[in-house]
Structure formats: C-alpha cells, structure tokens
C-alpha cells in the first residue's frame, strides 16, 4: 500500500518535471564523450579504457542525481510528515528507491551499451556492459541514497556526499568494470555477475533501513 | 553474576561524568606504560632483530607499519561499533568517541600509506603500486576522512555524531567487501605475516618485537583517543554541574 503509494507519487513528480530525468543521462553521456577527446581516439587504447570510463561516469552520474533524492521532501516538509506518520519508514524508503533507479538507473542502463560501442568495445563486452551496470546501478543508488539521508539538512551537500559515498562504490565499480574486462579478453563471466547480483540485493535490503535512520538524524528526531 | 557486573559497568561507562572519573584513573598510568611498551618494541625491531635474509633492513620498517595498519583499521571497527551502540542505547559517549577516534585513525591510516611508499621504493622499485592492501588501506583513509567531513559539516554536536555513527557502520561493512574486491583485482603485497589461525610464516625474533610494538600503537591510540574524548566531553558537559564542580 505505502509502496505503491509513494512510487507513483515520485514517477507522478517526476514526470511533470521531466529535465530531472534527463539531466543525469546527459551527464553521463558527456562525461564519456570526453574521455576520446583527452586521451586519443585510437579504438584499441579507448577499448581498454571502456569498462573503466563507462563505470566511472555512471557512478557518479548517479551520485550527482541522488543529492536530490530528499532534499525537495525536505525543504516542503513531506519528510515531516513520512517521519511522524506511524508506519516504518522502511517501505517508503524502498518505494522512493525504485522510483529513483527508474527514473535515472534505467536511462543509464539503457544508455551504456551505445556508449560501449562508441568507446569499440567487442559486442559480446558490449552485452556484459548492459547486464552489469543493470545489476549495479541500483547498489550505487541504495549506497548514494545513505549518503543524502545523512547531509539531506545541510547547506554543503553535493561535495561533502561524494566525499562520503565515493569510497562506498570501490567494490561496485571493481566487480562491474572488472566483468566487462574479462568478457572482452573472453573469459567467463557469471560468477563475477553473480557477485554485482549479490551485492545489489543485500544493499537493497540493508540500505533502506540505514536510509531511514539517517533520515530520523538529519531531522534531530 | 560477572555478566550483571559487566553490563552495569558498561552502562555506567555510558555516562560522562563516570567516564571523566574512570579516565582520571586510568590514564595517568596507562599513557606511560603506551609509551614504554611501544618504545621497547620500536627500539628491539628496529635496532636487535634479525636482518631479513631477503630484504635485508629494509625490512625493518614493518615495525611501524603493520602496527600502523592494524591500528587504522581496528580504529574504524571501534568507530562502527560505537555508531551501532549509538544506535541501540543513543548513548552520548559512542559519540564523543567516534568524534575522538576519527582523527587519529586517519592519522594512523597516513603513517601506513606513507610507511607502505617508503618500504615499496627498495622491495618493488617504485612508491606507490596500485596494489590491493595499499588501495584498500587508501580507501580506509577515504572513509575515515568522510566521516571527518560530516562531523565538521553538522553544527549541531549530537547530530554529527549519530551521523558519523551511521557512517561508520554502513562503511565496517563496506570495509570486508572492499578488502576482498580489490583483493580479487589486484595484488602484489605479501601475504599476511600474522595470522590469527595457523602458523605465522614469522621467526620469533622478529614476530616478537613486531607484537610488542603493535600492542604499544593500540595503547598510544587508546591512550590519545581518551584524551580528546575528554577534552570533547568537559566542552560538550560544560554547562553541567558536575564540570563546574572540577574546578
């Protein structure tokens, strides 16, 4: 009930302000646009680099968007209300979580595999790509959406959260850019999909509990 | 019996007043026996064990920086466990303690990195190597200096600390899955000397002094934590009685 609830609350907001939902993809796309540029265009250089600079753009493509996860709640007192209201805050939390990663993961997701061939990845690397920023982007979100509950309250948000989560994506972006590695060089690759897998559930379960009790700090209750 | 005495003792703990007297005793002792222990076990590894048939003295530096490492990383474990406890009882000490252990865990987690360069120059021929215990210990410095930031960005004292709190906890966690991730990406390092189960690939001569001088880094850290607790604490607690009373 609270679940749907809140989902369609947030894709409802979300879509009468659609440029929310299309800034973070342009950031992401950009960002991987100016790697060619900086380093050399040469394809077998740039297929090295792929997984890597795909990885990086999207994690902080998310980072970027998940700043504002609860800051509009926040600032209009909504967050007040999910507070003090008698259910657990979990369910909200995981609703607005969903919302979030279809709002701004799946443009990514969506988005990664042109990027891929863009950057001369091999198309078997180009599908593990797909597969692993699916299985990644909601961890990054889950990880992020900490993050903003703890500086929701703060003027200083944006940097001070990256300096808070950046270290929390290590394992992410090792197992998700190291997959795509070895599907490119044709080494097997479930296990380590596996573990992205294994990862994006236990944050998924885990993180929305963290989420609301940084939620009750930031508001001093 | 033991276990009621324990958790009252603990609760107790809890308290800032009990926690200033129970400092007042330890302290004055402690923080002379932190320095003996550790200045025996630098002064035996650094000058009376055994040269490293490989490595020759070079080698020596592991007496500073094992403990260093160790340190940083049990530094962050109390800090998740102080958060937890934070949690659970919201006790005003978990989180004067995570504010007091954060700077020194860095502090240690640094002399680590810095130790690493150092003794990565002569053994591997280069300072730094993208290696999986350096990385990972350089992402404990990350975390730790994360958990800095967001203490110094919330004004209000109890707040930061609950915040801080959360944050270490999620990061302990965050902390294995790290090791093992960089692990499974890249590794140059030796491989654990010390181990908890089975033997130690160490000769006494050198393991000896190397556990002395890690004891005497636990001790210093306990000892410089409980300090800067209690300063936070008397400026925290200065509106109350019993600070007006100490002097």
């Known amino acids: 009930m609270s679940f749907s609830a809140t989902l369609s609350r947030e894709l409802l907001l979300a879509w009468r302000r659609p440029a929310e939902i299309i800034n973070p993809l342009f950031f992401f796309v950009m960002v991987v646009a100016l790697f060619p540029l900086g380093v050399s265009p040469r394809p077998e250089l740039l297929a090295t680099l792929a997984p890597g600079v795909v990885w990086v753009a999207a994690l902080l493509a998310v980072l970027l968007s998940v700043d504002g996860l609860f800051r509009a709640d926040h600032e209009c007192g909504a967050l007040e209300q999910l507070l003090t209201a008698p259910q657990s805050l979990y369910i909200p939390v995981l609703a607005k979580l969903v919302a979030h990663w279809i709002l701004t993961g799946l443009p990514l997701v969506l988005m990664a595999p042109l990027l891929g061939y863009m950057l001369h990845l091999s198309e078997p690397a180009i599908a593990v790509l797909f597969v692993a920023v699916l299985l990644g982007t909601p961890t990054l979100i889950a990880l992020g959406a900490i993050g903003a509950a703890l500086t929701v309250s703060l003027r200083s948000g944006g940097i001070l959260l990256s300096l808070l989560v950046l270290p929390l994506y290590v394992p992410v972006l090792v197992f998700g850019a190291g997959v795509v590695t070895y599907a490119a060089n044709g080494l097997p690759v479930s296990g380590v999909l596996a573990l992205l897998a294994a990862m994006m559930l236990a944050s998924l379960v885990l993180a929305p509990a963290a989420v609301a009790a940084g939620l009750r700090i930031s508001s001093g209750n | ?247």
């Open chain 2, 1 to 247: 019996m033991i276990w009621n005495t324990l958790t009252r003792w603990y609760h107790q703990l809890g308290s800032p007043r009990y926690f200033y007297r129970f400092s007042d005793i330890v302290l004055p002792w402690l923080w002379p026996l932190a320095l003996l222990i550790t200045a025996t076990g630098l002064v035996w590894g650094l000058a009376f064990a055994p040269e490293d048939y490989q490595q020759g003295n070079s080698y020596r530096i592991i007496f500073i920086h094992v403990p260093a490492a160790s340190g940083a990383l049990l530094g962050y474990v109390a800090m998740g466990v102080a958060g937890l406890v934070n949690l659970v009882w919201r006790m005003k000490m978990a989180e004067v303690m995570i504010k007091a252990i954060a700077p020194f865990g860095a502090v240690l987690a640094a002399i680590a990195l810095i130790t690493g360069a150092i003794w990565g120059k002569p053994t591997w021929g280069t300072w730094w190597e993208w290696d999986a215990r350096l990385t990972s210990m350089l992402i404990l410095f990350f975390l730790y200096l994360g958990v800095m930031a967001l203490i110094n960005a919330i004004p209000d004292p109890r707040q930061a600390g609950r915040a801080a709190g959360l944050l270490a906890l999620v990061g302990v966690i965050n902390v294995v899955i790290v090791k093992y991730s960089v692990e499974w990406w890249h590794s140059l390092h030796q491989g654990s000397t010390l181990k908890l189960v089975g033997k130690t690939s160490m000769p006494p001569e050198m393991l000896t002094p190397l556990l002395v001088s890690m004891l005497g880094i636990y001790l210093l850290f306990a000892v410089s934590v409980l300090w800067r607790a209690r300063a936070e604490l008397l400026w925290r607690e200065r509106k109350s009685g019993w600070v007006k009373e100490l002097h």
